[in-house]
């Protein structure tokens, strides 16, 4: 993985976190290499820790602490000694997350939106060369998604930014190249374009009804179904016109996504 945004995309529970945590060297692999920069890390996670920004899942704050007095807390600790340059990056890095009229208020009565931004401040603390962002959108609004993978896509120009999601419109919107994951396993990786374009002529998409769903559920390869206005959409992967009322679309990477991981069961 080279400078600039990598989507990691996965269901729920198929390893993205672990493997998250064990490239942050919070955990140990069971087997296998970590290289960063060619060096082999885990018998010396220094290397690694010492170019890392780390955004996890969940994260937790010092309750009635503010955002500047926990960012320098956090800046001592990433071995930012000096008190002018510790000030300098902190204040650059509050209005780079749009904070710093906020940055005296308590992190833990930030709404979700401004705790993942804080959180994106102090995963930039110390210049790191690589950071990784767990599942960082999940359960924020519309407005305050658009802001995140905004400043994500700011950030991703210089370093490596490590996306993990389960989310394929945050991959789709943001990242030159990508990797889905399921059951602990790497399915596919390439260019999210190139590897939609690999399905060109083969979806097809009919509106039925609820009811009809589990007879061609039996009959067609449908990977994936969705509720429009009461009628249920259903996208089949076929070589040629599946069965009468079907008509040709454009793949989506959503439906890249779903196909891999219906290949992945079989």
Known sequence: ITNGMFGLLGPNGAGKSTLMRTLAMLQSA??????FNENEVQNQPELIRSSLGYLPQE???????SALELLDHLAIL????????????????????????????AV?????????????????????KLIIV???????????????????????????????????????????????MNQGKIIAQGNPALLTASLIGKIWCKKISKSELPAYQEKLNIISSKLIAGATLIHVQADELPDAGFAQVNPSLEDFY?????????
């Open 30 to 35: 069971d087997s296998g290499e970590i290289l």
């Open 59 to 65: 994260f937790g704050v010092y309750p009635r602490t």
């Open 78 to 105: 990433k071995g930012i000694s000096n008190s002018n340059q510790r000030k300098e990056q902190i204040e650059f890095l509050l209005q780079q997350t749009n904070l710093f009229d906020h940055r005296k208020k």
């Open 108 to 128: 833990y009565s930030y709404s979700g939106g401004m705790k993942q931004r804080f959180g994106i401040a102090q995963a930039l603390l110390g210049d790191p």
């Open 134 to 180: 767990d599942e960082p959108t999940a359960g924020l609004d519309p407005e305050e998604r658009n802001r995140f993978l905004n400043l994500l896509s700011e950030i991703g120009e210089n370093v490596i930014v490590i996306l993990s999601t389960h989310l394929v419109d945050d991959v789709l919107e943001l990242c030159p190249q990508m990797a889905i």
């Open 258 to 266: 779903f196909s891999t991981l219906q290949s992945s069961k079989k």
